[in-house]
DNA sequence: TTGACAAGTGACCGCTCGTTCGCTATAATA
DNA sequence: TATTATAGCGAACGAGCGGTCACTTGTCAA
């Protein structure tokens, strides 16, 4: 009950400050949307400035946890067809769930005003996928699944075209359907390209490593 | 004379709206950094807004003569080493022209808030740049430079990183340089992946068509 | 029961915003 | 030369902004 307030003022900062803007917000209405009256803002922040800050240590600390360290990482695909359902799943959460879309949206507005929100599009919107895909490509590498190749340009190879329609599902929610397809029809592409049998690639079903 | 002051308030609000966003911009600074005082500006636009609705008319007609037509589109390479060369010319301007620039910052940080905003940034930053080399990639697979594909699939797969690093530069322009051998690699390994001749890519020197 | 504290309220403050208006200087037109 | 339109100026306006403060209410510990 005590910080719960001010839990839900960093989500109504969130949901308008990802829609309208930093500048674009007032005080008034964001309290409003949560009935209350803008004074009572000041006993959970100091100012307006503070409420962004606080927003984006959330973002940090929330990036930091899920992306930082090396356990929570996906396990890597057995077959060509298993990297598609997977980058499909990643993508449909990522497309879906509503705090990850504003986050993005925040960062892509703010980031030429403020360089902490700069740094985080960064990592978001190249770095991180990146690095993720890089493993996964290693790996698949290693089991013979890709033809051998330097496995970080593979990575940005293949995650900045899905980033760039996670973009276009933000931007024109309505096209969110084609742009699915569409990353599934890359993705696909992708496999047919840098994978290794092609002829069968369903097959092998089990047994060996 | 007569409208050249209307001219200069709309390369002033280019760059400000760029910088601090639509909403983040204040009359009075962006008329003092012409040397005028605020109250001049409402003999050339009628408001604020319609300062903006200038800047969009200005940047539909000009995209419209840049891109609307076939003519003007660039020749088709002639040897793989060719489009790498032509890409970073490319490249090269559509990052160093500061007019360009700051309109692709301004569809980023707008096209949320402006419906024509964000038509025009799907059609910078994804369309576009596809349709061109799709035209492109047709030629030079018509030439036997590239191995037989769909081409708007390759052209996705190729505009797509390049543009995220486009995005990068935009965002930390420091990192400009490293982003420019990026792109170079990532085209050089796209003509290794899809083009012909890989043996000998300069070879052929002339004669036959 | 009392005291202390946290949370919410409404009135108010100063400032800045976009915008208006009457004035002046200039330069082209008659 | 007289007239008129143009472009810039400076003072002023109302509205809305972020922010402050004295006050009330509810909760819980002493």
Redesign the pocket.
């Known amino acids: 009950m005590?910080?719960d307030?001010k839990e839900r003022i960093l989500e109504a900062a969130l949901e308008m400050f990802s829609q309208k803007g930093y500048d674009g917000?007032?005080?008034?209405?964001l309290t409003a949307s949560l009935?209350?009256?803008?004074?009572?803002m000041?006993?959970?922040f100091?100012?307006?400035?503070e409420i962004w800050n606080a927003l984006l240590d959330k973002m940090i600390a929330y990036y930091a946890q899920h992306f930082g360290s090396r356990e929570n990482l996906p396990p890597v695909p057995e077959t060509l067809d298993e990297l598609v359902g997977m980058t499909m799943r990643m993508v449909d959460v990522t497309i879906h769930d509503e705090k990850i879309v504003m986050t993005r949206k925040l960062l892509t507005i703010e980031q030429f005003r403020d360089e902490r929100a700069r740094e985080l599009a960064t990592k978001h919107f190249l770095t991180e996928l990146k690095e993720m895909f890089t493993y996964i490509f290693e790996g698949m590498m290693n089991k013979g699944l890709l033809r051998q190749d330097d496995p970080e340009m593979l990575a940005f190879a293949y995650t900045a075209p899905i980033s760039s329609l996670i973009h276009l599902c933000d931007r024109e929610p309505e096209k969110t359907d084609d742009a699915l397809a569409q990353i599934k029809t890359f993705s696909g592409h992708f496999i047919k390209t840098y994978g290794k049998n092609n002829a069968n690639r369903t097959a092998v079903p089990s047994g060996n490593e």
Chains 1, 2 share one sequence.
């Open positions: 005590a910080n307030t917000t007032n005080i008034r209405e009935g209350l009256v803008k004074s009572s000041y006993k959970h100091e100012n307006k400035e």
